[in-house]
């Protein structure tokens, strides 16, 4: 008995071709074989995690759709993946609201942006002044 077929093989498969990539330079890419990648794509062989996190950052495709079809929106690039992996890292202190500091920051840089290019009438620059926070470290 086979085993049922999630897609995870289609959407690797749907990934090299649209990089125009051969299974050789798609395996040299992710760090895999050609082999395993042509069993990747018949769903004959499970994909490892370290060759599915290659795939979504060096193809620049969501882990969440190439594992369930769902969520394609893709990390850009390196400083957006940066900007997430601090943000995570930042909930690892809850004590400390690190989350709340770096959405209030980016919220402020935001309208800063706006006011500054005209976009959001009523907002005035700050004046170079940034939001505090008490983050209990002094």
Not at 14 to 19: A, G, Q
Not at 24 to 45: H, N, P, Q, R, W
Not at 67 to 80: F, M, Q, R, S
Not at 110 to 134: F, L, S
Request: glycine share 8%.
């Amino acid at each position: 008995m086979s085993a049922k077929k999630t897609g995870i093989g289609e959407r690797i498969r749907e990934t090299r071709l649209k990089m125009a990539l051969s299974q050789e330079k798609f395996a040299a890419l992710v760090e895999s074989s050609k082999s395993s990648i042509s069993g990747y794509e018949t769903e004959d062989v499970p994909v490892p995690a370290d060759v599915l996190r290659n795939i979504s950052l060096k193809c620049k495709v969501s882990a969440d759709w190439l594992l369930t079809g769902e969520n394609p929106e893709i990390v850009k690039d390196a400083n957006e993946r940066h900007l997430i992996e601090a943000f995570r890292e930042a909930g690892k202190y809850p004590e400390h609201r690190e989350q709340e500091g770096i959405i209030k920051y980016a919220d402020w840089r935001i309208r800063e942006c706006r006011a500054a290019y005209g976009k959001e009438k009523g907002v005035q620059p700050d004046k170079g002044k940034t939001p505090r926070h008490k983050t209990g470290s002094g």
